[in-house]
Protein backbone atom coordinates (compact mmCIF):
# COMPACT_ATOMS: atom_id res chain seq x y z
CA UNK A 1 0.00 0.00 0.00
CA UNK A 2 2.69 2.58 1.27
CA UNK A 3 4.63 1.96 -2.40
CA UNK A 4 1.70 2.34 -4.17
CA UNK A 5 0.81 5.16 -2.88
CA UNK A 6 4.70 6.81 -2.76
CA UNK A 7 4.79 5.67 -6.79
CA UNK A 8 1.41 7.87 -7.31
CA UNK A 9 3.11 10.71 -5.53
CA UNK A 10 6.14 10.54 -7.44
CA UNK A 11 4.63 9.90 -11.27
CA UNK A 12 1.55 12.82 -10.31
CA UNK A 13 3.76 15.53 -10.82
CA UNK A 14 5.60 14.29 -13.90
CA UNK A 15 2.63 13.18 -15.81
CA UNK A 16 0.63 16.53 -15.39
CA UNK A 17 -3.01 14.82 -14.74
CA UNK A 18 -3.07 17.47 -12.33
CA UNK A 19 -3.63 19.94 -14.78
CA UNK A 20 -6.53 17.99 -16.40
CA UNK A 21 -9.45 20.08 -15.23
CA UNK A 22 -10.94 22.17 -17.06
CA UNK A 23 -9.37 25.62 -15.45
CA UNK A 24 -6.36 23.59 -15.30
CA UNK A 25 -6.37 22.90 -19.21
CA UNK A 26 -6.27 26.52 -19.79
CA UNK A 27 -4.10 27.75 -17.15
CA UNK A 28 -0.92 24.70 -17.06
CA UNK A 29 2.04 25.63 -18.63
CA UNK A 30 4.19 22.87 -16.59
CA UNK A 31 4.90 19.18 -17.13
CA UNK A 32 5.86 19.28 -20.76
CA UNK A 33 5.53 15.77 -21.42
CA UNK A 34 2.15 15.86 -19.92
CA UNK A 35 -1.19 15.16 -21.57
CA UNK A 36 -2.97 18.61 -21.07
CA UNK A 37 0.07 21.20 -20.81
CA UNK A 38 -0.32 21.79 -24.67
CA UNK A 39 -3.55 21.85 -24.90
CA UNK A 40 -4.02 24.59 -21.97
CA UNK A 41 -0.92 26.53 -23.48
CA UNK A 42 -2.84 26.23 -26.99
CA UNK A 43 -6.30 27.33 -25.12
CA UNK A 44 -4.25 30.10 -23.22
CA UNK A 45 -2.99 31.42 -26.58
CA UNK A 46 -6.03 31.62 -28.67
CA UNK A 47 -7.74 33.39 -26.07
CA UNK A 48 -4.79 35.89 -25.25
CA UNK A 49 -4.92 36.50 -29.47
CA UNK A 50 -8.54 36.80 -29.95
CA UNK A 51 -8.79 39.33 -27.29
CA UNK A 52 -5.79 41.39 -28.34
CA UNK A 53 -6.96 40.87 -32.10
CA UNK A 54 -10.32 42.60 -30.96
CA UNK A 55 -8.93 45.37 -29.13
CA UNK A 56 -6.28 46.15 -31.92
CA UNK A 57 -9.47 46.08 -35.01
CA UNK A 58 -11.48 48.12 -32.64
CA UNK A 59 -9.48 50.40 -30.95
CA UNK A 60 -10.82 53.13 -33.00
CA UNK A 61 -14.18 51.98 -33.70
CA UNK A 62 -15.85 53.00 -30.75
CA UNK A 63 -18.00 56.04 -29.17
CA UNK A 64 -15.71 58.93 -27.94
CA UNK A 65 -17.48 61.51 -26.83
CA UNK A 66 -14.18 63.64 -25.85
CA UNK A 67 -13.57 63.63 -29.29
CA UNK A 68 -16.77 64.76 -30.61
CA UNK A 69 -17.24 68.10 -27.78
CA UNK A 70 -16.10 71.00 -29.66
CA UNK A 71 -16.61 69.16 -33.32
CA UNK A 72 -19.67 70.68 -34.79
CA UNK A 73 -22.49 67.78 -36.46
CA UNK A 74 -22.00 67.71 -39.87
CA UNK A 75 -24.83 69.07 -42.31
CA UNK A 76 -26.69 71.05 -39.45
CA UNK A 77 -26.70 68.28 -36.78
CA UNK A 78 -27.94 65.20 -39.31
CA UNK A 79 -24.56 63.91 -39.76
CA UNK A 80 -25.46 63.63 -43.71
CA UNK A 81 -28.09 64.70 -45.97
CA UNK A 82 -31.16 62.89 -46.61
CA UNK A 83 -30.33 61.73 -49.69
CA UNK A 84 -27.18 59.62 -50.13
CA UNK A 85 -25.74 56.60 -52.15
CA UNK A 86 -24.14 53.80 -49.74
CA UNK A 87 -21.69 52.04 -51.29
CA UNK A 88 -20.45 48.41 -50.16
CA UNK A 89 -16.38 47.99 -49.65
CA UNK A 90 -14.53 45.02 -50.28
CA UNK A 91 -11.00 43.56 -50.31
CA UNK A 92 -8.90 40.58 -50.63
CA UNK A 93 -8.99 40.10 -46.84
CA UNK A 94 -10.89 42.16 -44.60
CA UNK A 95 -12.32 42.30 -41.21
CA UNK A 96 -14.41 44.68 -41.29
CA UNK A 97 -17.75 45.04 -43.03
CA UNK A 98 -17.47 48.81 -44.91
CA UNK A 99 -20.15 50.54 -46.27
CA UNK A 100 -18.95 54.02 -47.68
CA UNK A 101 -21.58 56.46 -47.64
CA UNK A 102 -21.64 59.63 -50.73
CA UNK A 103 -23.30 62.56 -51.21
CA UNK A 104 -25.40 63.72 -54.47
CA UNK A 105 -22.22 65.23 -56.21
CA UNK A 106 -19.91 61.34 -54.95
CA UNK A 107 -18.47 63.89 -52.01
CA UNK A 108 -17.09 60.91 -49.73
CA UNK A 109 -18.69 61.84 -46.28
CA UNK A 110 -17.84 58.96 -44.12
CA UNK A 111 -18.84 55.07 -43.73
CA UNK A 112 -20.92 52.47 -41.59
CA UNK A 113 -18.72 49.49 -40.17
CA UNK A 114 -19.54 46.40 -38.45
CA UNK A 115 -17.24 43.73 -37.09
CA UNK A 116 -18.77 40.51 -34.90
CA UNK A 117 -16.63 38.81 -32.51
CA UNK A 118 -18.38 36.33 -30.72
CA UNK A 119 -20.79 37.94 -28.49
CA UNK A 120 -19.57 41.46 -28.85
CA UNK A 121 -20.61 43.73 -31.61
CA UNK A 122 -19.68 47.29 -32.93
CA UNK A 123 -21.97 48.87 -35.85
CA UNK A 124 -21.69 52.24 -36.43
CA UNK A 125 -20.79 55.56 -38.22
CA UNK A 126 -17.60 57.35 -38.77
CA UNK A 127 -16.73 60.11 -40.47
CA UNK A 128 -13.63 60.74 -42.73
CA UNK A 129 -11.36 61.72 -39.79
CA UNK A 130 -12.15 58.26 -37.94
CA UNK A 131 -14.74 60.12 -35.45
CA UNK A 132 -17.28 57.70 -34.71
CA UNK A 133 -20.82 59.80 -34.12
CA UNK A 134 -23.73 57.10 -33.49
CA UNK A 135 -23.63 53.38 -32.76
CA UNK A 136 -25.93 50.25 -32.82
CA UNK A 137 -26.22 47.86 -29.72
CA UNK A 138 -27.66 44.80 -28.65
CA UNK A 139 -30.71 45.85 -26.54
CA UNK A 140 -30.12 43.51 -23.94
CA UNK A 141 -28.05 40.56 -23.63
CA UNK A 142 -31.08 38.42 -24.42
CA UNK A 143 -31.05 40.02 -27.91
CA UNK A 144 -27.91 37.98 -28.78
CA UNK A 145 -29.66 35.05 -29.34
CA UNK A 146 -32.90 36.12 -30.13
CA UNK A 147 -33.82 34.81 -34.28
CA UNK A 148 -34.76 38.76 -35.20
CA UNK A 149 -32.70 42.09 -34.61
CA UNK A 150 -33.04 43.98 -31.43
CA UNK A 151 -30.70 47.19 -31.60
CA UNK A 152 -30.64 50.21 -30.10
CA UNK A 153 -29.30 52.81 -31.81
CA UNK A 154 -27.73 55.72 -30.21
CA UNK A 155 -25.81 59.27 -30.89
CA UNK A 156 -22.24 59.24 -29.32
CA UNK A 157 -22.49 62.81 -28.32
CA UNK A 158 -25.37 62.21 -26.16
CA UNK A 159 -26.30 64.50 -23.51
CA UNK A 160 -23.63 67.07 -24.66
CA UNK A 161 -24.75 70.83 -24.88
CA UNK A 162 -27.45 71.65 -27.62
CA UNK A 163 -27.08 67.83 -28.51
CA UNK A 164 -29.80 65.16 -28.97
CA UNK A 165 -30.71 63.35 -26.01
CA UNK A 166 -33.67 60.88 -27.90
CA UNK A 167 -32.30 57.04 -29.31
CA UNK A 168 -33.87 54.90 -31.53
CA UNK A 169 -35.16 51.10 -30.66
CA UNK A 170 -35.11 48.89 -33.70
CA UNK A 171 -36.73 45.64 -33.46
CA UNK A 172 -37.62 43.41 -36.14
CA UNK A 173 -40.89 41.85 -36.94
CA UNK A 174 -39.87 38.13 -37.76
CA UNK A 175 -43.03 36.30 -37.76
CA UNK A 176 -44.70 38.81 -40.28
CA UNK A 177 -41.41 38.26 -42.85
CA UNK A 178 -41.12 35.92 -45.86
CA UNK A 179 -37.57 36.67 -46.86
CA UNK A 180 -35.75 33.58 -45.38
CA UNK A 181 -38.23 31.16 -47.51
CA UNK A 182 -39.04 33.03 -51.19
CA UNK A 183 -38.13 34.00 -54.21
CA UNK A 184 -40.66 36.68 -55.19
CA UNK A 185 -42.15 39.20 -53.22
CA UNK A 186 -39.98 38.46 -50.28
CA UNK A 187 -40.75 41.01 -47.62
CA UNK A 188 -38.56 42.01 -44.28
CA UNK A 189 -40.26 44.48 -41.28
CA UNK A 190 -38.94 46.52 -38.61
CA UNK A 191 -40.59 48.67 -36.33
CA UNK A 192 -38.44 52.41 -35.12
CA UNK A 193 -39.70 53.98 -31.64
CA UNK A 194 -38.25 57.27 -30.22
CA UNK A 195 -36.91 57.60 -26.40
CA UNK A 196 -35.53 60.23 -24.66
CA UNK A 197 -32.24 59.27 -22.51
CA UNK A 198 -29.53 61.84 -22.10
CA UNK A 199 -26.65 59.42 -21.30
CA UNK A 200 -24.95 56.65 -22.94
CA UNK A 201 -27.34 53.93 -22.07
CA UNK A 202 -26.07 50.25 -20.84
CA UNK A 203 -26.70 46.99 -21.93
CA UNK A 204 -29.13 45.10 -19.70
CA UNK A 205 -30.16 41.32 -19.44
CA UNK A 206 -33.52 42.24 -20.69
CA UNK A 207 -35.81 44.78 -21.76
CA UNK A 208 -39.61 44.28 -21.55
CA UNK A 209 -41.72 46.27 -24.46
CA UNK A 210 -38.75 47.02 -26.59
CA UNK A 211 -39.94 49.05 -29.74
CA UNK A 212 -43.16 49.42 -28.53
CA UNK A 213 -45.24 51.80 -30.23
CA UNK A 214 -42.98 52.35 -32.82
CA UNK A 215 -42.97 56.20 -34.64
CA UNK A 216 -41.93 54.72 -37.85
CA UNK A 217 -42.51 51.62 -39.98
CA UNK A 218 -39.55 49.69 -42.26
CA UNK A 219 -40.44 47.65 -45.13
CA UNK A 220 -37.88 45.92 -47.53
CA UNK A 221 -39.63 44.52 -50.65
CA UNK A 222 -37.85 42.42 -52.72
CA UNK A 223 -36.53 38.97 -54.89
CA UNK A 224 -33.88 36.93 -55.59
CA UNK A 225 -31.64 38.23 -58.78
CA UNK A 226 -28.83 36.36 -60.48
CA UNK A 227 -25.61 37.80 -60.11
CA UNK A 228 -22.46 37.12 -61.86
CA UNK A 229 -18.27 37.91 -60.61
CA UNK A 230 -14.69 36.90 -61.10
CA UNK A 231 -11.81 36.09 -58.62
CA UNK A 232 -8.34 36.86 -58.61
CA UNK A 233 -6.81 33.96 -56.31
CA UNK A 234 -8.63 30.65 -57.47
CA UNK A 235 -11.10 29.18 -59.05
CA UNK A 236 -14.57 30.14 -59.35
CA UNK A 237 -17.57 27.91 -57.80
CA UNK A 238 -20.27 27.50 -60.68
CA UNK A 239 -18.55 30.13 -63.07
CA UNK A 240 -18.96 33.18 -60.98
CA UNK A 241 -22.94 32.99 -60.98
CA UNK A 242 -24.96 33.21 -57.96
CA UNK A 243 -27.97 34.62 -56.45
CA UNK A 244 -28.89 37.25 -53.85
CA UNK A 245 -32.05 39.12 -52.95
CA UNK A 246 -31.77 42.91 -53.79
CA UNK A 247 -34.06 45.48 -52.21
CA UNK A 248 -36.31 48.29 -51.67
CA UNK A 249 -36.85 50.22 -48.81
CA UNK A 250 -40.10 52.34 -47.45
CA UNK A 251 -40.26 53.92 -44.12
CA UNK A 252 -44.03 55.06 -43.44
CA UNK A 253 -45.07 57.00 -40.02
CA UNK A 254 -47.41 54.41 -38.10
CA UNK A 255 -49.97 56.48 -37.72
CA UNK A 256 -50.90 58.54 -41.34
CA UNK A 257 -48.66 55.87 -43.31
CA UNK A 258 -47.16 58.85 -45.43
CA UNK A 259 -44.29 57.94 -46.95
CA UNK A 260 -41.26 58.98 -44.95
CA UNK A 261 -38.25 57.54 -47.26
CA UNK A 262 -37.33 55.29 -50.00
CA UNK A 263 -34.52 53.55 -51.05
CA UNK A 264 -33.44 51.21 -53.94
CA UNK A 265 -30.56 48.61 -53.87
CA UNK A 266 -28.71 47.24 -57.24
CA UNK A 267 -25.43 45.37 -57.73
CA UNK A 268 -22.10 45.70 -59.69
CA UNK A 269 -19.10 43.87 -59.87
CA UNK A 270 -15.77 45.24 -57.97
CA UNK A 271 -12.21 46.06 -59.29
CA UNK A 272 -9.06 44.27 -59.22
CA UNK A 273 -8.50 45.02 -55.87
CA UNK A 274 -11.87 43.94 -54.65
CA UNK A 275 -11.06 40.71 -56.19
CA UNK A 276 -14.16 40.95 -58.43
CA UNK A 277 -16.74 40.76 -55.94
CA UNK A 278 -20.37 41.43 -55.91
CA UNK A 279 -20.68 44.90 -54.26
CA UNK A 280 -24.31 46.69 -53.31
CA UNK A 281 -24.95 50.28 -54.18
CA UNK A 282 -28.06 52.06 -52.25
CA UNK A 283 -29.48 55.09 -53.35
CA UNK A 284 -31.56 56.54 -50.68
CA UNK A 285 -34.27 59.26 -50.84
CA UNK A 286 -36.01 61.20 -48.10
CA UNK A 287 -38.95 62.90 -48.83
CA UNK A 288 -40.32 64.14 -44.86
CA UNK A 289 -38.19 67.00 -43.65
CA UNK A 290 -38.21 67.22 -40.29
CA UNK A 291 -39.22 63.67 -39.36
CA UNK A 292 -36.92 61.19 -38.62
CA UNK A 293 -33.65 62.03 -38.43
CA UNK A 294 -31.48 61.48 -41.87
CA UNK A 295 -28.87 59.08 -40.07
CA UNK A 296 -31.55 57.01 -38.77
CA UNK A 297 -32.85 56.53 -41.99
CA UNK A 298 -29.45 56.09 -43.86
CA UNK A 299 -28.43 53.22 -41.09
CA UNK A 300 -31.55 51.34 -41.81
CA UNK A 301 -30.65 51.40 -45.59
CA UNK A 302 -27.62 49.60 -44.18
CA UNK A 303 -28.52 46.72 -42.98
CA UNK A 304 -29.20 44.49 -45.41
CA UNK A 305 -24.98 45.03 -46.36
CA UNK A 306 -23.95 44.58 -42.99
CA UNK A 307 -26.26 41.25 -42.50
CA UNK A 308 -25.23 39.76 -45.75
CA UNK A 309 -22.18 37.61 -45.75
Not at 3 to 12: A, F, N, T, V, Y
Not at 145 to 172: H, M, N, S, W
Request: hydrophobic share 40%.
Amino acid sequence: MRRRLLQSDEESPSDGRGCCSCLGRFLCCRGSQGRCGGLGRFCAFVAIFSVTFWIGVTRNLRCNPEALANVEPPFGGELMPGNIFLVERKYFFQFTKLVDVYTENMTHIGYFYDIDLFFIMRFGFSDPSGRVWFEARYASFVSRFKPYIEYTLQRCDVGATDRPTELFQVKEVWWGESYWRCLLSCQRLFNLARREDASQIREVLYEDNFGGNPEANVSFDGYVVPTLRGKMNGALEGAGTGVRQVWSMNISNTSTGASIAHAKQHFTVGTVDQNFRVLSRWKVSKYVKGSLPNWVIGFMATLDDIAED
